[in-house]
């Protein structure tokens, strides 16, 4: 059984901001079925920029709901430019941690509330640079490269637990791995 | 809070029976089975009179009985067996849905060994291809090691055909029988396997014991090596008390068969009839004909497996989960991919496993916990609208 904190348990029986907004002026999806999780975040974001209202939809694990509940708690009432601050580590710290296997759930929040923004502001986020290196949950070396540096990641276990790089059919483990051997050497320079 | 235990393909109650059998021998009766002297000899003679409850439940001899520490020690030394047994032939068959100490060891092999191995597919319902199965063996085919009945599904593989067809081939047939041993009838004999594993705590014995049947004739290579405990076939002072509390729970298992086509059946599919019709978008995993008599493995569409534990668990109720999100791993469980059972209801699959310690009442506990649950988790998902799929 994961060792989830009390906050987690929390926010999973009751999450705060469920459901649909039927008035919301933002949305950002990340995820899907396939993946095993996915999460559809809504906001209302008022003249100033600034959210007055957010909720989600999550279908995943216990830390998927409890990340994206979480995030919707934190965002409301920043503007849009402290949102896009917001990091999945500040999702996970506001939770008291999550397993290390289990930090993608927070990785989606930041992502889905990436995309909310960019929605509001009618920024389209373009195929991604970078050279897709697993098909299965469609991530790049670029993405990998930055996980990486910024997270202190060391073995494709990490990458896979962040980005779930590597977690459907493992065609590209080889591939992570000379990733993050390319992103080490990088960092060493 | 009562726990409402319904994971038995993953561990079961020890028996009171068995305890009780078990305890004189953590005690007072410390002797080495081995020794030459009476105080030992106690203990060897309850060792054998084991070795005859367990030859009797699967219908072989007492001596073709080597107690081993658990399932998979029981597979691997099958395995490693066959291959030193039949040096020159260097391909091996199994299926895709094998426990990883059957696939793992399989696949090690071939990575190290050089041997080739035909992992058999399954159709949608988990059913063995038996086409793909004959066409594979080959004069160069050193074993064959298939389940006798799917842990996550309970679908039963025709072994007695296939053990027939293997020897005809002049091909050794191991079978991992762990879940269908004590659930359905297994008699080594009738269905003609050289091989057969089995483990103790999958049917109310303790942790740490297991049964690796190996026919009469079979010049067996030990896997351990060291002093002549079971015939030479496998080294190491036995583990007195469990091998005794699991000849107990074989003479049980061999009483209570009766139950699990009746009382455990029942209760399976009365569970799975009120769950079917009181929860829209829910499915049976597997053939439904040809199943283990306690083994449900239901997907729910459009929520995730470990969603829904949580919410059990805290009703006291254990179950499992078919995504494989439980243990790390994103995707479902390598069983239900091989039966293409699609993401939409794979990801949100839970087992249930029963025994005859289960209730009725516990089963309707389990009904009004879960059909909540699910509609909670539902009216969260984004795959989820007015009732149905999106
Ligand atoms: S391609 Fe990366 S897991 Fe399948």
Not at chain 1, 55 to 67: E, I, L, R
Not at chain 2, 337 to 358: C, D, Q, W
Request: net charge negative; proline share 3%.
């Amino acid at each position: 059984m994961w060792d989830y904190t009390d906050k987690v348990k929390e926010h999973f029986l009751n999450p705060k901001n469920v459901g649909e907004m039927e008035d919301a002026n933002a949305v950002g999806e990340t995820g899907s079925l396939n993946c095993g999780d996915a999460l559809k975040l809504f906001l209302k974001v008022n003249e100033n920029e600034r959210i007055i209202d957010a909720s989600f939809m999550t279908f995943g694990c216990a830390s998927a709901v409890a990340s994206s509940s979480a995030l919707t708690e934190i965002i409301k009432g920043m503007t849009l430019d402290e949102a896009a601050r917001v990091t999945n580590d500040d999702i996970a710290d506001y939770l008291g941690g999550l397993p290390k296997e289990k930090m993608h759930c927070s990785v989606m929040g930041q992502s889905a509330l990436k995309k909310a923004i960019a929605d509001f502001r009618g920024i389209q986020i373009l195929a991604k640079p970078g050279e897709v290196v697993c098909e299965c949950f469609d991530v790049t070396d670029l993405e990998i490269i930055d996980a990486v540096k910024t997270n202190g990641l060391e073995t494709t276990e990490d990458v896979t637990h962040y980005l779930k790089a590597g977690g459907g059919c493992g065609q590209c483990l080889d591939r992570i791995e000379e990733v993050i051997e390319t992103a080490k050497q990088a960092q060493e320079n | 809070m009562d726990v409402i235990y319904t994971d038995n393909n993953a561990t079961t109650k020890v028996a009171d029976e068995v305890i009780e059998t078990m305890v004189p021998f953590l005690g007072q009766f410390y002797g080495n089975p081995s020794s030459m002297y009476t105080f030992g000899d106690e203990v060897g003679k309850k060792i054998r009179r084991a070795r005859q409850q367990v030859a009797q439940l699967i219908n072989a001899q007492p001596e073709e009985i080597v107690f081993t520490s658990c399932g998979t020690e029981s597979d691997n030394a099958a395995i490693n067996a066959a291959i030193k047994a039949f040096p020159e032939k260097k391909h091996l068959i199994t299926s895709v849905v094998e426990h990883p100490a059957i696939k793992n060891l399989f696949s090690h092999l071939a990575q190290t060994q050089g041997y080739e191995v035909t992992f058999v597919p399954v159709d949608k319902k988990g059913r063995l291809d038996t086409d793909i199965l004959y066409e594979s063996m080959t004069q160069n085919t050193a074993l064959i090691s298939l389940m006798w009945a799917n842990n996550e599904t309970g679908v039963i593989f025709p072994i007695e055909e296939i053990a027939q067809k293997a020897k005809e081939k002049g091909i050794l047939f191991h079978t991992d029988a762990v879940q269908a041993t004590g659930k359905v009838e297994i008699d080594v004999k009738a269905a003609g396997v050289d091989m057969l594993s089995l483990s103790g705590h999958k049917i109310h014995a303790p942790k740490g014991v297991g049964v690796l049947y190996v026919k009469k004739g079979f010049k067996f290579l030990p896997f351990l090596i060291g002093g002549h405990q079971e015939g030479g076939r496998r080294g190491g002072t036995e583990n007195t008390a469990a091998i005794i509390g699991l000849g107990k729970a074989c003479e049980l298992a061999k009483e209570n068969l009766g139950l699990m086509d009746t009382q455990v059946k029942g209760l399976r599919d009365y569970l799975e009839s009120r769950l079917l019709k009181e929860i829209p978008a829910t499915s049976v995993n597997g053939d439904t004909e040809n199943r283990l008599p306690n083994t449900l493995s239901m997907g729910f569409d459009a929520v995730e497996g470990e969603s829904i534990l949580m919410l059990l668990d805290r009703k006291g109720i254990c179950a499992s989960s078919g995504s494989a999100c439980t243990s790390g791993s994103l995707d479902p469980s390598h069983v239900l991919m091989a039966m293409e059972v699609p993401f939409k209801s794979a990801h949100g699959t839970i087992r249930f496993s029963l025994s005859h310690y289960n209730t009725r009442e516990e089963m309707d506990l389990i009904v009004e916990t879960l059909v909540p649950a699910i509609d909670k988790l539902r009216q969260m998902s984004p795959f989820w609208k007015d009732g149905k799929m999106i």
